[in-house]
T-cell receptor, first 112, second 114 residues
C-alpha cells in the first residue's frame, strides 16, 4: 500500500516569510495528492490538490508542486499571515487505491 | 447548505459503556470514513464504507463498530473493548469511492472517558 512521509513536523516562520512543507510517497502509481489545513479543535479542510498529470498548481498565496520522478510533492505558502497557523496534512491515493493515506502532519506557526 | 455533521461535539463516557457517535452528510457522497486523532498526532483510519450496507476495517478497528444502513449516515460505536477511547474522532465523506476527489471532514467529536 501507499506510504506518505511528511516533513518537517513543526515549522516556525516570521509573518511575511514563505513556508514549505514536503511529502514523499512510496507508490509510483499514486495519482492524486490533496493538502488539508486543520485549525485547533476543528476538522481538516481541503486547501489545494494536484493530480499526477500536472506539475504545479497555484491558488493565491498557496501552491503545490509535484515531482513524479522523485516521488515527492510540496506545499508552498507565500507572504504568511498569523491565520495560516495550523496543522497541515498531505495525502496521497494510488491508482488502484480506494482511500487516502495521510502524512503525519506539520504544525505551522506564523510569528508576528 | 450541504455538509457533514458530527454530533455531539463533546461526549463523556464511563468506563465499560458503549457510546455511539453520529455522522450525517447531505452531500450525496458515496464513501464515508472514520478517523481517530490523538493529541499532536496524525489521522488513523478506523473504518470506511464505499457503499450502503458495506464497510471495511481500517488500521485500528479493534474495539469499534459501524453500520451503513443509509447513504447519508455512518455512525460509529465505541465499545467497552476499546481500552483507550479518549480521543478526537473525525468523520469524512467523499463523492468518489476511490477517494480521488478528496474528502470533506466534519467538525469532530471529542470523546473523554471519565
Amino acid at each position: 500500500g501507499e506510504n506518505v512521509e511528511q516533513h518537517p513536523s513543526t515549522l516556525s516562520v516570521q509573518e511575511g516569510d514563505s513556508a514549505v512543507i514536503k511529502c514523499t510517497y512510496s507508490d509510483s502509481a499514486s495519482n492524486y495528492f490533496p493538502w488539508y489545513k486543520q485549525e485547533l479543535g476543528k476538522g481538516p479542510q481541503l486547501i489545494i490538490d494536484i493530480r499526477s498529470n500536472v506539475g504545479e498548481k497555484k491558488d493565491q498565496r498557496i501552491a503545490v508542486t509535484l515531482n513524479k520522478t522523485a516521488k515527492h510533492f510540496s506545499l508552498h505558502i507565500t507572504e504568511t499571515q498569523p491565520e495560516d497557523s495550523a496543522v497541515y496534512f498531505c495525502a496521497g491515493v494510488t491508482g488502484g487505491g480506494n482511500k487516502l493515506t495521510f502524512g503525519t502532519g506539520t504544525q505551522l506557526k506564523v510569528e508576528l | 447548505d450541504g455538509g457533514i455533521t458530527q454530533s455531539p461535539k463533546y461526549l463523556f463516557r464511563k468506563e465499560g459503556q458503549n457510546v455511539t457517535l453520529s455522522c450525517e452528510q447531505n452531500l450525496n457522497h458515496d464513501a464515508m470514513y472514520w478517523y481517530r486523532q490523538d493529541p499532536g498526532q496524525g489521522l488513523r483510519l478506523i473504518y470506511y464504507s464505499q457503499i450502503v450496507n458495506d464497510f471495511q476495517k481500517g488500521d485500528i478497528a479493534e474495539g469499534y463498530s459501524v453500520s451503513r444502513e443509509k447513504k447519508e449516515s455512518f455512525p460509529l460505536t465505541v465499545t467497552s473493548a476499546q481500552k483507550n477511547p479518549t480521543a478526537f474522532y473525525l468523520c469524512a465523506s467523499s463523492p468518489s469511492r476511490t477517494g480521488k476527489d478528496g474528502y470533506t471532514f466534519g467538525s469532530g467529536t471529542r470523546l473523554t472517558v471519565v
